[in-house]
């Protein structure tokens, strides 16, 4: 568990995480802004954050990481030599425009490339559809021959 200090330094990044998510939800998605949601998921993210950690500091309770009901999306670096392709979007109905962001990485985790553009849509299906899509001329344009694409749908 951290010292009291980092771990105020943590709600903090994770509280500002969030308010950033909810106003882009708010402005972009056009959902209701709702602070209740904010604090519960800025607490959960704390209780895995921690829960993480006091697994990995206790050496020999490796095995009880698989039994936790709690679930920690965590990116995964590709294999040496292998570029993984990763994307985010957002849907506003209202407005019928969606924004991309895809990037890719190596498998020390660094940025190789990355596209980000605004399209018009008419459903958060093709929003998915059009990520892949870009994701795939991304491989292309910088010639990855080991590509993993990888989706959240």
Not at 22 to 28: D, G, L, S
Not at 88 to 93: E, S
Not at 102 to 131: P, Q
């Amino acid at each position: 568990m951290p010292c009291m200090r980092e771990e105020v330094k943590v709600r903090i990044v994770f509280t500002c995480l969030h308010i950033w998510k909810a106003r882009c939800e708010v402005t972009i998605g056009g959902e209701k802004l709702d602070l209740e949601r904010i604090i519960q998921r800025v607490n959960c993210l704390m209780n895995e954050l921690f829960y993480v950690q006091r697994i990995l500091c206790s050496n020999n309770n490796f095995d009880r990481i698989g039994k936790s009901t709690t679930y920690v999306d965590v990116w995964e670096k590709p294999l040496e030599s292998w570029v993984k392709v990763n994307c985010d979007g957002v849907f506003d109905a209202s407005t019928a425009c969606a924004d991309i962001g895809v990037l890719g990485r190596n498998s020390s985790g660094e940025m190789l490339d990355g596209i980000g553009k605004r399209i018009i849509v008419d459903s958060f299906e093709v929003v998915e559809a059009k990520a892949m899509v870009t994701k795939i001329e991304l491989a292309v344009k910088n010639r990855w021959t080991n590509v993993i694409i990888e989706t959240d749908y």
